[in-house]
Antibody, heavy 119, light 108 residues
Framework: EVQLVESGGGLVQPGRSLRLSCTGS????????MSWVRQAPGKGLEWIGF??????????EYAASVKGRFTISRDDSENIAYLRMNRLKTEDTAVYYC??????????WGQGTVVTVSS | SYVLTQPPSVSVAPGQTARITCGGN??????VHWYQQKPGQAPVLVVYDDSDRPSGIPKRFSGSNSGSTATLTINRVEGGDEADYYCQVWESSSDQGVFGGGTKLTVL
């Protein structure tokens, strides 16, 4: 079964950092680009960034709202994608989803992990 | 940045047809993808590349895209179709994913 499982969410103070993980199973992880999408409470979906597969250079792109604060990386040997979030703000409070990408669509989604930024 | 516009809500009676629109500048030249999100659950891809369905998605779900509007059509609507629906494109010029604001489908 193809599956993505996010972890690492929690309560964090403004200005602090947090790293989320996304573990894939049931498919060849390294063959796919991976994205992160978030959803603030009661709001819509927001794409925040992605990392290409190594075959396409493993490069990354980010939404303007997180560029310079968030970093996406991957460890294909462990089937994990990471989202490192620095200088967190209260407006970063959201459910964070990782996705497996296919032809620029978000084909498979994890169940999400909740990040709450509050003092 | 590219903007996708969806109606906040659509209501339909069971057994009828629901149409959810997604407007964008020359959206007909892009590939549009649609997601269904039920309360407390992760989104699910229901239509990709304008009109294709992933395996397991009922044929009742279909999509079209032309000009400045893409449309998700759900035939013979059931109570289980009640959910939020989001359209999405990839903005190639900036390599960014873009979502519409979402449409809440209510089954009367």
């Amino acid at each position: 079964e193809v599956q993505l499982v996010e972890s690492g969410g929690g309560l964090v103070q403004p200005g602090r950092s947090l790293r989320l993980s996304c573990t894939g199973s049931g498919f060849t992880f390294g063959d796919y680009a991976m994205s992160w999408v978030r959803q603030a409470p009661g709001k819509g979906l927001e794409w925040i960034g992605f990392i290409r597969s190594k075959a396409y250079g493993g490069t990354r792109e980010y939404a303007a709202s997180v560029k310079g604060r968030f970093t996406i990386s991957r460890d294909d040997s462990e089937n994990i994608a990471y989202l490192r979030m620095n200088r967190l703000k209260t407006e970063d409070t959201a459910v964070y989803y990782c996705t497996r990408d296919r032809l620029q669509a978000f084909e498979i989604w994890g169940q999400g992990t909740v990040v709450t930024v509050s003092s | 940045s590219y903007v996708l516009t969806q109606p906040p809500s659509v209501s339909v009676a069971p057994g009828q047809t629901a149409r959810i629109t997604c407007g964008g500048n020359s959206i007909g030249s892009k590939s549009v993808h649609w997601y269904q999100q039920k309360p407390g659950q992760a989104p699910v891809l229901v239509v990709y590349d304008d009109s294709d369905r992933p395996s397991g998605i009922p044929k009742r779900f279909s999509g079209s895209n032309s000009g400045s509007t893409a449309t998700l059509t759900i035939n013979r609507v059931e109570g289980g179709d009640e959910a939020d629906y989001y359209c999405q494109v990839w903005e190639s010029s900036s390599d960014q994913g873009v979502f519409g604001g979402g449409t809440k489908l209510t089954v009367l």
